[in-house]
């Protein structure tokens, strides 16, 4: 049985990538491992975050854009959202289900644009960011809010000098023999489809002890690691839904 503990450790930028979506090259010890090199690329912030790099930004627009009412983000049970999981084509399944338990689910694909738009020799190129493309087709669907969730894999190991958990990202090799714990990280941000308007939430890591198995079976290991992100997903879908049922009331 595997001890389920969850600490608080918010993750504010993105770092970490899916390392549990993509598939397993020839030469993978296991089929269901994944290698480093065949990760999706994952959204970035500029693909989600509707920023225009180009512009010049002034202390005067900051402080009016501050000044400004917060319409913040209305997400009300069961409402209609588009769920998007960066680096997959389609979210997990297991989180597919947990948000369908809160919200009227679609999904679109997480999988960042890799070229722009280009229009005829004589005119300039138009670069709408993913966002912006995802918010005209949740317009079009007449889904309110398009949901973005980023989640990452970390190994613990026991570092016998610091005496602390020293944590690394997982990138599909098989777990070291003094792995300690796992943890599963996450972030989302919702983005209200009219307005553009976004807010940032991150749930409380999930983190398990790991138990080495005999032989160093990754079997064993692929079952703990299957059932700390079923877990995770769990806790965040059930935290976000939470939260944001607090603030639209």
């Not at 064993?220 to 059930?238: G, M, P, T």
Request: proline share 6%; aromatic share 8%; hydrophobic share 40%.
């Amino acid at each position: 049985m595997l001890k389920k503990l969850i600490i608080k450790a918010p993750v504010f930028i993105i770092t970490g990538v899916l390392l549990l979506s993509g598939c397993a090259t020839p030469d993978s010890k296991n089929p269901t491992y994944v290698s480093s090199r065949t990760v999706q690329a994952q959204l970035s912030d500029n693909d989600v975050f509707d920023s225009d790099l180009a512009h010049e930004i002034t202390n005067e627009e900051i402080r009016i854009t501050y000044d400004q009412p917060n319409m913040g983000v209305k997400l009300a049970s069961h409402s209609p959202i588009i769920l998007v999981q960066s680096g997959a084509l389609v979210p997990d399944a297991v989180m597919q289900a947990e948000m369908a338990k809160y919200y009227q689910v679609s999904v679109y694909s997480g999988i960042p644009p890799t070229k722009p738009r280009v229009k005829k020799d004589s005119e300039g190129v138009i670069q709408n960011n993913y966002m912006k493309s995802l918010r005209l087709v949740a317009a079009k669907g007449k889904q309110p809010t398009v949901v973005v969730y980023w989640g990452s894999l970390e190994i613990g190991i026991y570092d016998e000098t610091s005496k602390s958990v020293l944590w690394s990202p997982y990138r599909g090799e098989k777990l070291p023999m003094n792995t300690k714990s796992l943890r599963y990280l996450m972030r989302f941000v919702a983005v209200d489809t009219r307005t553009g308007n976004w807010v940032m939430h991150s749930p409380l890591n999930t983190e398990i002890d790991y138990t080495a198995a005999p032989f160093g079976s990754q079997t064993n290991e692929l079952v703990q690691i299957d059932e700390l992100k079923k877990n995770a997903y769990i806790a965040a879908a059930s935290d976000f839904s939470t939260r944001y049922q607090r603030i639209a009331k």
